[in-house]
Nanobody, 123 residues
């Protein structure tokens, strides 16, 4: 069954780093879908964090609050998209979920969702 799955969540102190991974179950998903990271903090709505385009689409997008701290990248050999998170803050605490999506325009809904990974940043 086609899907994406996350790994790499955990707990760190303020200023620490974590790297989240989003593995695609097939080359079809990896090659033809953009990958977007979402997060949802307790009591808050889900928000987009970062997105990377598919194939030759070089689009990369970051939510304003993570610019300069988070880096999204692709590894074709592993069919995996990474979200490197540095200089983490308590406000980054949330469940992070990756999704396969048609593009990074922000106007389409994800096609495949991962199961979510908890990221906790303590002060």
């Amino acid at each position: 069954q086609a899907h994406v799955s996350e790994s790499g969540g955990g707990s760190v102190q303020t200023g620490g780093s974590l790297r989240l991974s989003c593995a695609a179950s097939s080359e079809l998903i990896y090659d033809f879908y953009a990958i977007k990271w979402f997060r949802q903090a307790p009591g808050k709505e889900q928000e987009g964090v970062s997105c990377i385009g598919s194939g030759r689409d070089t689009t990369i997008w970051y939510e304003e609050s993570v610019k300069g701290r988070f880096t999204i990248s692709r590894n074709s050999a592993e069919r995996t998209v990474y979200l490197q998170m540095n200089s983490l803050k308590p406000d980054d605490t949330a469940v992070y979920t990756c999704a396969a999506i048609a593009d990074c325009s922000g106007h389409v809904s994800p096609r495949y969702w991962g199961q979510g990974a908890q990221v906790t940043v303590s002060s």
